[in-house]
């Protein structure tokens, strides 16, 4: 069973609004990380969010984390056409360990 | 740096045949992992490795094995195909000292079992 959920499964927006993704997860976690996965290709590592930390940011990256409602959230600032891409979450029950990954959200930007 | 090289990139086999698929990375990681993407399924680990000599099963290991013999190298064998593990492969590799967790992976496999 897969330990991160992701809603919305796809969103499709207009070049410069916001996008905003949610994931859910079961058990307790030491980190959960976003990926982002373009059309045909692997995946490439956005940012990580350890369980004692509430808010990162990177870039145009802000992601969340709620470890009391066990949910985390990625926006996407001022999105662009090359934002468009899948994205999942996925965590870690512990530091090092392996990470279970959700279904992903498809996001299209148009221009 | 290559990163981490996955091949072939296509493959098409019938059922019960066998293959390997192969996968290197020269950022000297201790640790890798081969995933396995579906439709609407994400990533399901199949199996992984913290070192050389070391592997263990992940979520969907049925059907699949794996050795490490070398830091280097992490090849999954499928022994007899079938269409259900028709699917796009990922190895996936990272550095366990730093311990940061971010993953690291290949371009994919995509494999079709008629």
């Known amino acids: 069973s897969q330990q991160g959920e992701e809603d919305p499964q796809a969103l499709s927006i207009q070049e410069g609004e916001n996008a905003t993704m949610n994931c859910s997860y079961k058990?307790?976690?030491?980190?959960l990380q976003w990926y982002r996965q373009n059309s045909g290709r692997g995946l490439v590592h956005l940012i990580l969010?350890?369980?004692?930390?509430r808010e990162k940011h990177s870039g145009r990256l802000r992601v969340t984390l709620d470890t009391s409602k066990k949910s985390s959230s990625l926006l996407i600032t001022a999105s662009r056409a090359a934002d468009t891409a899948s994205y999942f979450c996925?965590?870690?029950?512990?530091?090092?360990?392996?990470?279970?990954f959700g279904g992903g959200t498809r996001v299209l930007v148009k221009p | 740096n290559a990163g981490v090289t996955q091949t072939p990139k296509f493959q098409v086999l019938k059922t019960g045949q066998s293959m390997t698929l192969q996968c290197a990375q020269d950022?000297?990681?201790?640790?890798m992992s081969w995933y396995r993407q579906d439709p609407g399924m994400g990533l399901r680990l199949i199996h992984y490795?913290?070192?050389?000599?070391?592997?263990d099963q992940g979520e969907v290991p049925n059907g699949y094995n794996v050795s490490r013999s070398t830091t280097e190298d992490f090849p999954l064998r499928l022994l007899s195909a079938a269409p259900s593990q028709t699917s796009v492969y990922f190895c996936?590799?990272?550095?366990?000292?730093?311990?940061?967790?971010?993953?690291?992976f290949g371009e994919g496999s995509r494999l079709t079992v008629l």
């Open positions: 969010i350890r369980s004692n930390e």
């Open positions: 996936a590799s990272r550095d366990l000292p730093k311990n940061t967790g971010e993953l690291f």
């Open positions: 950022m000297n990681h201790e640790y």
């Open positions: 058990t307790s976690i030491n980190n």
């Open positions: 490795s913290v070192g050389a000599g070391i592997t």
């Open positions: 996925a965590s870690s029950k512990a530091a090092g360990n392996k990470l279970t």
